[in-house]
């Protein structure tokens, strides 16, 4: 089977990448660097002739409300037209579990409109929705720092490994379409706050974290379950103090 990973040769495509190479499908990562460019369609046509599978884990370059918007509706916009033009037969797009209970924040809406592009091109397709990433607990504590001292809320976060989140990205771009969502979260629910203070102190990293109810979360003020998964969600293997050691 072959299989285009837009988004390949970062964190979960390359993962991705290598997992479907393993199980003896043609893999093919695709990025600016491999001459793939979203934006203005540049490789999109060559790289998907013969495609089975689409899968995109790309992301924006920035996260500014306007440049996010503008990244995920242009490139998914190329992507589903070039899919269809290439007869893919499937289209495998990673999200976030919660987006659309996220509306304060740029990026959440960003994902919404691409899932909403998706859904309406007539392509069978599968969303995986991840829930944070602890590769990301690092980013998260520098958006939220001012002055030295990290602020955030205290709403439910169930983070998961990149590379759980990777093999249902796998898994799901080999199987039949869902039509629908599959989420992927940790094992483990923490506060958001709690959770950095955890993985900065493991790194030790001196910045204090401070739990404020009414600090934004990528301009989201959370609720305790905006970010949890449902009950079907699957679950990763990868506890947060295995991954720290």
């Known amino acids: 089977m072959k299989v285009v990973v837009i988004g390949g ?48 884990v790309s992301n924006s370059p920035s996260f500014a409300d ?7 509706t242009t490139s998914t916009g190329n992507l589903t037209a070039a899919a269809d033009a290439a007869g893919v037969g499937h289209y495998v797009a990673l999200s976030v579990v919660g987006a659309e209970r996220a509306a304060d924040s740029g990026y959440m809406r960003a994902k919404v409109a691409q899932e909403k592009l998706i859904r309406e091109s007539g392509l069978r397709y599968s969303l995986v929705h991840a829930t944070q990433f602890f590769e990301f607990a690092a980013g998260i504590a520098d958006s939220a720092t001012a002055g030295g001292v990290v602020r955030l809320p205290d709403g439910g ?17 080999v199987g039949d379409p869902l039509d629908g969502v599959v989420e992927i979260a940790g094992p483990e629910v923490f506060g958001l706050d709690g959770w950095i203070r ?21 301009g989201e003020k959370l609720g305790e379950r905006t970010l949890l998964p449902g009950t079907g969600a699957l679950i990763g293997q990868v506890r947060l103090a295995d991954w720290l050691n």
């Open 66 to 72: 306007d440049d996010v918007l503008a990244f995920f």
């Open 198 to 218: 955890t993985v900065l102190a493991a790194k030790n990293d001196a910045r204090e974290v401070v739990t404020d109810r009414e600090a934004r979360y990528f």
């Open 9 to 56: 040769t970062g964190l979960i495509g390359s993962t991705v990448v290598a997992r479907l190479t393993e199980h003896g499908h043609d893999a093919v990562p695709a990025a600016p660097s491999t001459g793939v460019d979203t934006i203005t369609g540049q490789g999109l046509k060559e790289v998907l002739q013969g495609a089975d599978v689409l899968v995109d």
């Open 157 to 173: 976060v169930q983070p998961v490994a990149a590379a759980d989140v990777a093999a249902v990205v796998g898994r799901t771009a």
